[in-house]
């Protein structure tokens, strides 16, 4: 559905649209209905823009796991998460007043993180963000608690994360080891891979292998740990009974955490256009905690992307390389 294309792009009036006459077919669908409001709170503002794009250069921070790249909101500097996953950008409420950005109440609309778990949120547009020579308008972010995860560790100044919206205004992105993070440069700079990841709906898919069958990975930057999901159990049974114990395990997103029936394997290797992962040990969920997590078999965090030494994503070309 153009629906989430228009919602990547920070479009939420070609969105709101769109659901209109979506609903118009079924109107008693419960996810239309809450995508409207959604997307009617938001069409309320000015839609997101790139003013200039340009190659930069920046350096990257580890913490906690989470990547943290330096950006520009209305002229303050912060780090936020560089967060894949995020269909949204997102803020914590006290980062949103330091910031000096308005906080509007909005209702009738519920946001789903990691867990399972259903938010209420408001939202803050940023009349400017910039992250080195890419600088956009009308940035939207949902605003949430500051004792929320993840921020209800982080200190002032990176108590927020960039999302798609932003994430796919870049264009072309990589980070490496030493700390560098590249935006904006040329499409098929490097010599990369054939197109191997796509979106399914608003989600970001990788193309893996596991043994000789092709695999849905779910590429989110913003989770710290890799996740083998209950597609992959079902559909690889021998070896994960052969080889796991049972056990469980605790998912945790920004509205709270659930625990949830697992499988630890002592290893579990997996390949990503010829370049080998191998994640010690492995966790297989048995439960899904979000819905659209049934259609994918891992879901891969930066603890497994960080085993190679460059990642790179070109969204012109709609390829994940790693080196």
Not at 13 to 31: C, M, N, T, Y
Not at 112 to 124: K, P, W
Not at 147 to 166: K, W
Not at 189 to 198: D, E, H, L, Q, T
């Amino acid at each position: 559905m153009l629906i989430y294309t228009y919602q990547r792009a920070g479009h939420y009036r070609q969105a709101f649209s769109e659901i209109e006459s979506a609903l118009a077919v079924k109107p008693d669908d419960a996810g239309l209905k809450n995508a409207r409001a959604l997307f009617g709170a938001l069409s309320q503002y000015p839609e997101q823009s790139v003013v200039e794009r340009r190659f930069s250069r920046i350096r990257y921070s580890m913490k906690g796991g989470n990547l943290f790249i330096p950006a520009e909101v209305n002229r303050k500097s912060g780090n936020y998460i560089f967060d894949t996953g995020a269909n949204f950008s997102l803020i914590s409420e006290g980062e949103a007043k330091r910031l000096g950005l308005t906080i509007h109440e909005s209702s009738g609309h519920e946001v789903g993180d990691s867990a399972g778990v259903n938010i209420d949120t408001r939202i803050a547009v940023a009349d400017q963000l910039r992250v080195g020579n890419v600088r956009l308008r009308h940035v939207a972010f949902f605003v949430v608690g500051d004792d929320q995860q993840p921020f209800i560790d982080l200190p002032s100044g990176e108590r927020g994360l960039l999302g798609l919206p932003v994430i796919l205004a870049f264009q072309t992105l990589r980070w490496e080891q030493k700390g560098t993070f590249e935006i904006g440069f040329p499409p098929g700079a490097r010599k990369g891979p054939k197109s191997n990841i796509c979106f399914e709906g608003a989600n970001l898919i990788v193309e893996g292998e596991f043994r000789q069958s092709k695999i849905n990975v779910f590429l989110d930057t913003g989770a710290i740990r890799t996740r083998a999901l209950p597609l992959f159990a079902r559909e690889f049974a021998d070896f994960v009974n052969e080889s796991g114990r049972k056990d469980t395990t605790r998912v945790t997103g920004v509205g709270g955490s659930v625990e949830v029936d697992a499988i630890t394997l002592t290893e579990l290797a997996l390949r990503i256009n010829g370049f080998s992962l191998v994640l010690r040990p492995a966790q297989v969920l048995l439960k899904e905690t979000t819905s659209d997590s049934r259609w994918w078999h891992i879901w891969i965090g930066l603890d497994l992307l960080n085993q190679a030494r460059v990642v790179t994503i070109d969204f012109k070309s709609m390829t994940l390389a790693l080196e």
